[in-house]
């Protein structure tokens, strides 16, 4: 009994550990989704964003599109499933940034291409693979960014990222 | 007529926001995925003779497979033998295999396929797959928002078959057509918006035309359209559609329709 009882203290002790290890990631989202004519248009992507994991709330702007979401502590979301879920609805994103902190932009699958001035705390970065942004922005950005040669592969792993106001 | 097109012409180029949930034609784009609508379109058009009333019913459920395809089934009920009698049904689907957007603007291209069956007597030359005749139609539909103005455009071909079982179509018409429709809508209130309650009110204008391959027999139709959007969620469409112009034989041409529409999103 007080080996089961020890053990379970382990374990506890063991999963607050990785829980603080996995804390925050992402902890704030902010969409601006492109191609819109109307609330009905609006509310079905918030619909599909409402119906992911550790979604606590989302604000709407609907003069601008734009789509706040609050995820919970030790989350594992990344940009593609908010881009696939704004895309389900029938649209795109025109600009994606995200609140997390520093630690975790500094490391895979991100890829920061300005200086890193902050090594701690939150951050915001904007996300600037193709899908991320519009496509005016994109086919600009290719241009500056030819030194980078997995961004124009434009593959799904990483995310190009920048920092955002 | 002429003043009426002019009043709506003017009003879709002055205001600021657009719609494109036409009523008559569909758009190129699509119902969101994994999301279900469900449509009662009711019709009431007059006969040219005598001056009866043809009321339509189309029970109508859609559902969006993934972010680019749909599909929709409808059934057609008609009171045309005086009595409301299921004629029919019908299955659709549209693929979005083209989207460019921007922050102000999209640029959207679907292909469309319809197959229809239908045991009503066939009255017209017009062919009208919705509700009339037997038949398939094929097509694509381009729709474009520039500033905030929503234009959408589409051609099909369609054919129709025989009724069966007790109507052949008349070896006399040509069973075939092409069709062309032109659809512009704006959104007029509210001016600014607040929250997803709030009731959108969308004024519309299509043109619908045909033109039988074979002998060159044309229409072309007006169809103005209010529409309000009630909670982001459901829908009420009140349309007229009016004759302008056609050197084909047609029953009842003229009238009105009043379409519900729900719609559960992210099932």
């Given at each position: 009994?007080?080996?089961?009882?020890?053990?379970?203290?382990?374990?506890?002790?063991?999963?607050l550990?990785?829980?603080?290890?996995?804390?925050?990631?992402?902890?704030?989202?902010?969409?601006?989704?492109?191609?819109?004519?109307?609330?009905?248009?609006?509310?079905?992507?918030?619909?599909?964003?409402?119906?992911?994991?550790n979604?606590?709330?989302?604000e709407?702007?609907?003069?601008?599109?734009?789509?706040?979401?609050?995820?919970?502590?030790?989350?594992t979301?990344?940009p593609?499933?908010?881009?696939?879920?704004?895309?389900?609805?029938?649209?795109?994103?025109?600009?994606?940034?995200?609140?997390?902190?520093?630690?975790?932009?500094?490391?895979?699958?991100?890829?920061?291409?300005?200086?890193?001035?902050?090594?701690?705390?939150?951050?915001?970065?904007?996300?600037?693979?193709?899908?991320?942004?519009?496509?005016k922005?994109?086919?600009?950005?290719?241009?500056?960014?030819?030194?980078?040669?997995?961004?124009?592969?434009?593959?799904?792993?990483?995310?190009?990222?920048?920092?955002?106001? | 007529?002429?003043?009426?097109?002019?009043?709506?012409?003017?009003?879709?180029?002055?205001?600021?926001?657009?719609?494109?949930?036409?009523?008559?034609?569909?758009?190129?784009?699509?119902?969101?995925?994994?999301?279900?609508?469900?449509?009662?379109?009711?019709?009431?058009?007059?006969?040219?003779?005598?001056?009866?009333?043809?009321?339509?019913?189309?029970?109508?459920?859609?559902?969006?497979?993934?972010?680019?395809?749909?599909?929709?089934?409808t059934?057609?009920?008609?009171?045309?033998?005086?009595?409301?009698?299921?004629?029919?049904?019908?299955?659709?689907?549209?693929?979005?295999?083209?989207?460019?957007?921007?922050?102000?603007?999209?640029?959207?291209?679907?292909?469309f396929?319809?197959?229809?069956?239908?045991?009503?007597?066939?009255?017209?030359?017009?062919?009208e797959?919705?509700?009339?005749?037997?038949?398939f139609?094929?097509?694509?539909?381009?729709?474009?928002?520039?500033?905030?103005?929503?234009i959408?455009?589409?051609?099909?071909?369609?054919?129709?078959?025989?009724?069966?079982?007790?109507?052949?179509?008349?070896?006399?018409?040509g069973?075939?057509?092409?069709?062309?429709?032109?659809?512009?809508?704006?959104?007029?209130?509210?001016?600014?918006?607040?929250?997803?309650?709030?009731?959108?009110?969308?004024?519309?204008?299509?043109?619908?035309?045909?033109?039988?391959?074979?002998?060159?027999?044309?229409?072309?139709?007006?169809?103005?359209?209010i529409?309000?959007?009630?909670?982001?969620?459901?829908?009420?469409?009140?349309a007229?559609?009016?004759?302008?112009?056609?050197?084909?034989?047609?029953?009842?041409?003229?009238?009105?329709?009043?379409?519900?529409?729900?719609?559960?999103?992210?099932?």
């Amino acid at each position: 009994m007080k080996n089961l009882k020890l053990n379970y203290t382990f374990i506890t002790s063991f999963l607050l550990m990785l829980s603080v290890q996995m804390n925050a990631q992402i902890s704030k989202v902010e969409i601006i989704a492109t191609g819109l004519t109307c609330s009905m248009c609006s509310n079905a992507i918030n619909k599909q964003l409402k119906s992911l994991p550790n979604v606590l709330n989302i604000e709407t702007d609907l003069n601008t599109n734009t789509f706040t979401v609050y995820l919970a502590e030790s989350n594992t979301a990344n940009p593609k499933i908010f881009k696939d879920s704004v895309e389900k609805a029938g649209f795109f994103i025109g600009s994606l940034v995200i609140t997390t902190t520093a630690n975790t932009v500094s490391k895979e699958p991100y890829i920061l291409i300005d200086k890193s001035d902050s090594t701690s705390g939150e951050v915001k970065v904007q996300v600037l693979d193709k899908g991320y942004i519009t496509d005016k922005e994109f086919k600009k950005l290719s241009k500056s960014m030819k030194n980078h040669e997995n961004y124009l592969l434009n593959n799904e792993d990483d995310f190009y990222i920048k920092y955002s106001k | 007529m002429k003043k009426l097109i002019l009043f709506f012409g003017i009003f879709i180029f002055q205001v600021n926001y657009s719609q494109e949930l036409f009523v008559v034609t569909d758009p190129a784009s699509n119902v969101p995925g994994n999301t279900l609508s469900v449509r009662l379109s009711n019709s009431l058009f007059k006969e040219k003779i005598g001056g009866d009333y043809n009321y339509h019913l189309m029970p109508e459920v859609t559902y969006g497979i993934n972010k680019n395809l749909m599909i929709r089934a409808t059934g057609f009920v008609s009171n045309r033998n005086l009595q409301l009698v299921t004629e029919g049904g019908s299955f659709y689907s549209k693929y979005r295999f083209f989207s460019t957007d921007d922050m102000n603007s999209h640029f959207r291209l679907a292909a469309f396929g319809r197959y229809s069956f239908n045991n009503a007597d066939i009255h017209q030359e017009t062919i009208e797959i919705m509700g009339h005749n037997s038949g398939f139609e094929t097509g694509i539909v381009a729709t474009k928002l520039i500033k905030k103005v929503a234009i959408s455009s589409s051609l099909s071909f369609e054919k129709a078959m025989d009724n069966k079982p007790d109507y052949s179509f008349p070896s006399t018409q040509g069973d075939n057509a092409t069709n062309y429709t032109l659809s512009i809508g704006k959104l007029m209130y509210p001016k600014k918006y607040t929250n997803f309650k709030q009731t959108n009110i969308n004024l519309m204008v299509e043109l619908v035309g045909q033109t039988i391959n074979e002998n060159g027999k044309s229409y072309l139709d007006v169809v103005p359209a209010i529409q309000f959007i009630i909670n982001s969620q459901a829908r009420i469409d009140l349309a007229y559609r009016h004759e302008l112009i056609s050197s084909m034989i047609r029953t009842a041409p003229n009238g009105m329709y009043f379409n519900l529409e729900y719609n559960f999103f992210n099932l």
